[in-house]
């Protein structure tokens, strides 16, 4: 069995390392320009509103406005992604 278990850890594929998180470092709130810091503030207002609409006691109609507030907040964090890329219109 401790034969089987070496043979198999040698042909396994190697194992890759993820990338840590000083791989890709993001902007922090103090380094955006106003208009994306606005547009992300929106969003997190949007997404907050969303989830309080999913407490108990949900409704369909609770559910179909949560939708559209989430859909809001993702299509805000779009804008404020297309804002950060140079040339892009917040």
Do not use: F, N, Y
Request: proline share 6%; net charge positive; charged share 10%.
């Amino acid at each position: 069995m401790a034969d089987t278990t070496a043979t198999l850890a040698r042909t396994a594929a190697p194992i890759l390392s993820l990338a840590g998180r000083r791989a890709a470092p993001t902007p922090t709130a103090a380094a955006l320009p106003s208009e994306v810091a606005a547009l992300v503030a929106q969003a997190q207002v949007a997404l907050t509103g969303s989830l309080a609409l999913l407490q108990p006691g949900v409704t369909a109609q609770s559910i179909h406005q949560a939708t559209g507030r989430a859909i809001r907040s993702a299509t805000l964090l779009k804008r404020a992604c297309a804002g950060l890329v140079e040339g892009g219109a917040a």
